[in-house]
C-alpha cells in the first residue's frame, strides 16, 4: 500500500508531466493526491525540493537499485547486457519523465540542471563499472568512461527514435548486443 509520502509523489510525478512544474501547485498536487495540502510541507521544504526527490526517486539508478546491484553478482558480459536491457525498459517506460526533465522550464533552473547532470554521471559511472569488468585489457579511465557514454547515448537514441519504428523488444535486445560488441571492439583496438 503507498504511503502519504507516495501518494503526492506520485501525484507530482502525473502533473508535473502533463502540465509543468510552474503550472502545477501544491493544492493540485494535494487534491490529486488525496491529502491536505500541509502534509506536501510536511515532507518536502517546498515545491522545488519535492521536484528534486523526483528526479532523485524516478531516475535510472534510484528506480533500479536493487537489480543493478544483482548485476554486480553475474558474469561481466551478461550483467553489460542486461545493463543495457535494463536501461532501454526504462527509458521506454518512461518516456514522459524524460520528457519532463528536457523540458524547456527544467533546463533552464539551473539548479535542478545540477541534479541531473549529477544522476546522468552516476548512470554513466556505473556503465563504465561493467564495462571495465569485461576489458580484457588495460585500458585509461577517460576511455572507459567515453565508451560508457557511447553505450547510454545510443541506446537512448535508439530507444526514442529506432523504437518507434520497430517496437519491437526483441530488436531492442539484438541492438545493445551490437553496441557492446561494437564498443567492446574498439577499447581492445585502442
Known amino acids: ?21 510552474n503550472a502545477t501547485t501544491t ?9 491536505a495540502e500541509g502534509l506536501i510541507f510536511y515532507y518536502f521544504k517546498d515545491k522545488e525540493d519535492l521536484l528534486y526527490k523526483l528526479i532523485r526517486e524516478f531516475s535510472f539508478i ?20 542486461q545493463f543495457g536491457r535494463l536501461y532501454a525498459n526504462f527509458l521506454s517506460q518512461n518516456k514522459s519523465f524524460l520528457i519532463f526533465i ?11 540542471g545540477e ?9 554513466r559511472e556505473h556503465a563504465s563499472v561493467f564495462i ?13 568512461d567515453t565508451a560508457a557514454s557511447m553505450f547510454l547515448s545510443s541506446i537512448l537514441t535508439y530507444v526514442l527514435v529506432e523504437e ?3 517496437g519491437d523488444n526483441l530488436l531492442v535486445n539484438q ?6 560488441t561494437v564498443i567492446l571492439k574498439g577499447i581492445q583496438n585502442t
Request: one cysteine or more; glycine letters at 4%.
Open 175 to 180: 541492438y545493445i548486443e551490437e553496441v557492446v
Open 62 to 81: 534510484g528506480s533500479l537499485q536493487k537489480e543493478i546491484m544483482e548485476l554486480t553478482k553475474m558474469e561481466p558480459y551478461p550483467a553489460l547486457i
Open 27 to 35: 493544492k493540485e498536487i494535494a487534491i490529486t493526491s488525496g491529502v
Open 102 to 112: 528536457w523540458s524547456p522550464e527544467i533546463v533552464q533552473n539551473s539548479d535542478v
Open 132 to 144: 571495465s569488468r569485461v576489458i580484457l585489457c588495460s585500458v585509461e579511465k577517460k576511455v572507459i
Open 1 to 21: 500500500m503507498a504511503t502519504k509520502k507516495d501518494k503526492i509523489l506520485e501525484a507530482a510525478f502525473d502533473l508535473f508531466t502533463k502540465k509543468g512544474f
Open 164 to 166: 518507434r519504428k520497430m
Open 115 to 123: 541534479e541531473i547532470v549529477d544522476f546522468i554521471s552516476i548512470m
